[in-house]
């Protein structure tokens, strides 16, 4: 038996189960209340701004990388625009990000048809779709906040699209988007009335 057959019995025995799927669900509900309850108790106020330019770039990092699990990364890009200068935030924040979003790349390039099957005609589609519009459509999605991302990455992969077109299209989409996350940020601190 291949490992696509184990993984393929996986998920269709075990995964498929609402059973399961809700206790996922549940967990990781759970763990993310007890990280940010852990956080908030042991981690200083000032944490973020100490890290500066680091902790923008592992923030977009690990948001980018929880492949089909959102977690939003782009209020630590306005915030930090409110606090360092616009455009190396959305430099820095663009390397994690583009960086973080080869997993969902190498999820559909190491096994990405696992997940499609049972959804061979919606992914032929997309598969056209990518092959029609190719490096517009991996920017398009990157500079649009939305979990179809995490998709057309594993679709990108498993249909073996060019990886330095993905990355050169991510890289381009995310830096327009981290700019103007970072410049929102920038702009909501001017509004504020000084101490």
């Known amino acids: 038996m291949s490992y696509q057959d184990v993984l393929l019995r996986f998920r269709d025995h075990v995964l498929s189960r609402r059973s399961v799927q809700a206790a996922i669900f549940v967990g990781v509900l759970v763990l993310s209340i007890a990280l940010l309850?852990?956080?908030?108790?042991?981690?200083?106020e000032d944490a973020f701004v100490k890290h500066?330019?680091?902790?923008?770039?592992?923030?977009?990092?690990?948001?980018?990388?929880s492949v089909l699990f959102p977690i939003p990364g782009e209020?630590?890009?306005?915030?930090?625009?409110?606090?360092?200068?616009?455009l190396w935030v959305a430099a820095v924040a663009t390397a994690g990000a583009t960086i973080g979003e080869m997993t969902s790349y190498l999820v559909g390039h190491m096994g990405g048809r696992i997940?499609?099957?049972?959804?061979e005609r919606r992914y032929v589609?997309?598969?056209?779709?990518m092959d029609r519009h190719g490096m517009a459509a991996v920017f398009l999605f990157a500079l649009i906040p939305m979990l179809v991302y995490d998709l057309l990455?594993?679709?990108?992969?498993?249909?073996?699209y060019p990886l330095m077109?993905?990355?050169l299209a991510t890289a381009a989409g995310r830096f327009l988007r981290?700019?103007?996350?970072a410049y929102l940020g920038s702009s909501f601190i001017s509004l504020l009335p000084l101490p």
């Open 52 to 65: 500066g330019y680091l902790g923008v770039f592992v923030i977009n990092l690990l948001t980018c990388a």
């Open 75 to 86: 209020a630590a890009n306005i915030a930090a625009g409110g606090v360092y200068t616009p």
């Open 165 to 167: 077109k993905f990355i």
């Open 37 to 44: 309850w852990w956080g908030q108790s042991h981690l200083p």
């Open 125 to 129: 589609q997309a598969q056209n779709w």
């Open 178 to 181: 981290c700019l103007i996350e």
């Open 153 to 160: 990455g594993i679709i990108a992969g498993s249909t073996r």
């Open 115 to 119: 997940f499609i099957q049972g959804y």
